[in-house]
C-alpha cells in the first residue's frame, strides 16, 4: 500500500450564456452572506498534521505524502500533486480507497511507481485570491512543490512534477499550467469549468452564496474576470511550452461542464496544443470523480491506449498529440 508520510472561446458558449444570464443579474442583485477572507468559512476542521507553513497563506497548510510500495526511497520517482475540489479534503484520495487501488497496481505493474503530494484549501480554490488574504497558486508553486522537491528524490523538470485537480481542483490545476508555461508535464483536470471573462461573471453570479467575489473578484469588474479566462492566457502552443492537458468529464457530468470541457479541448486542438479527452460512464460526483483519478494518473505516466474498462467502468480517450 502506498505509504503515507507522517513527518512533515469560450467555455461557456452564447447558447449557456443566454440561459443564465438572467438568474446571474438577479444573483449580484441579492446581499448574500460569504466569506470574509481566507478560511472564514472552511467547511469542517483541517485535516491535522502534517502541516507546511509558508508566506504565502495566513496558516499552516496540511497536507498527505503517499509513497509507493517497495520503493527504496533513493530512486528518482515522478511527484503529481493532487488538489481537491470545494469541500474536499487532502485525505480524500485515501479516504475513498483510490490510494490501496493505486498501491495495487504498482505491486503488479499495472502503474509505474510515483509520488503522489495532497495539500489542502480551506475552499479548494488554488488561485491567488482577489482579495489578497491568500496567494494558493504561489503557495504552491514557490513552497509547497519546492518543498516536496527538497524532502524526495524528484525527477528533474517537467517529466518529474505534474499537477491533477478534480472539479474546482482541476480548474486550478489548468490555470497554475497557463500560469506556469513549461514547468509541469502534464496537468490532469477532472471536470473542471473553463471560462472567458464573461463565463467567469456568469460562474460567480451563480455561486455568490460561496464567497467567490472574494477570491475570483466582483463579477462586474472586466480586469478581476480576465484574470479568470483561460482563453485569455492559453493563447498559442509555444506559449504552453510543452505541457500537455488531460481533461475529461463523465456521461451524467452536468451540462455546464459538459459544454465547457468541449469547448475548450476544441481551443487547445485548434491552437495545436497537445491533450487528451476522457470521456467515461462514471456518477459525476465527488466520489465519481475521484474513482476516475487512477486513469488520469496512467495517462500523465505514459498510459498510451485510448480506451479501456477500468473496474467496470468503459473510457474512451481522445489523443491530440
Known amino acids: 500500500m502506498m505509504k503515507p508520510d507522517q513527518s512533515v472561446k469560450t467555455a461557456l458558449t452564447d447558447r449557456f450564456a443566454g440561459r443564465v444570464i438572467a438568474g446571474f443579474i438577479a444573483l449580484i442583485s441579492i446581499s448574500v452572506a460569504g466569506l470574509t477572507g481566507c478560511g472564514a468559512a472552511r467547511s469542517g476542521p483541517p485535516s491535522g498534521g502534517p502541516y507546511l507553513a509558508g508566506g504565502f497563506v495566513p496558516d499552516p497548510v496540511p497536507y498527505r505524502v503517499y509513497l509507493p510500495p517497495d520503493w527504496d526511497g533513493r530512486t528518482p520517482l515522478p511527484l503529481i500533486v493532487f488538489l481537491h475540489d470545494r469541500g474536499g479534503r487532502c485525505t480524500d484520495l485515501q479516504t475513498s480507497g483510490v490510494i490501496s487501488m493505486m498501491s495495487a497496481m504498482m505491486k503488479t505493474g499495472e502503474m509505474p511507481p510515483f509520488i503522489l503530494a495532497a495539500p489542502e484549501s480551506d475552499q479548494g480554490y488554488w488561485v491567488n485570491y482577489h482579495d489578497g488574504t491568500c496567494r494558493y497558486a504561489d503557495f504552491l508553486c514557490g513552497e509547497f512543490i519546492p518543498a516536496m522537491r527538497t524532502k524526495y528524490p524528484v525527477i528533474a523538470g517537467p517529466a518529474g512534477e505534474h499537477l491533477l485537480g478534480v472539479g474546482t481542483g ?3 490545476a489548468v490555470a497554475l499550467g497557463a500560469a506556469y508555461p513549461g514547468r509541469f508535464g502534464t496537468v490532469g483536470a477532472v471536470e473542471g469549468q473553463y471560462f472567458d471573462t464573461l463565463g467567469a461573471s456568469v460562474y460567480i453570479g451563480r455561486h455568490a452564496f460561496s464567497g ?5 473578484g ?13 482563453y485569455d492566457r492559453i493563447t498559442s502552443r509555444a506559449g504552453v511550452r510543452g505541457t500537455r492537458f488531460i481533461l475529461g468529464s463523465g456521461a451524467y457530468a452536468d451540462w455546464e461542464t459538459t459544454e465547457s470541457n468541449e469547448v475548450f479541448r476544441q481551443h487547445l486542438a485548434q491552437l495545436g496544443i497537445s491533450n487528451d479527452f476522457v470521456t467515461y460512464h462514471g456518477v459525476s460526483d465527488r466520489n465519481g470523480r475521484l474513482a476516475v483519478v487512477p486513469i488520469f494518473v496512467g495517462l500523465q505516466l505514459g498510459d498510451k491506449r485510448n480506451q479501456g474498462d477500468f473496474l467496470g467502468m468503459p473510457y ?3 489523443m491530440f498529440r
Do not use: T, W, Y
Not at 467567490?212 to 475570483?216: A, G, Y
Not at 466582483?218 to 483561460?230: C, L, T
Open 316 to 318: 474512451e480517450v481522445i
Open 218 to 230: 466582483p463579477p462586474d469588474n472586466p480586469d478581476a474576470m480576465k484574470v479568470h479566462s483561460i
Open 170 to 172: 482541476a480548474m486550478g
Open 212 to 216: 467567490l467575489r472574494q477570491i475570483m
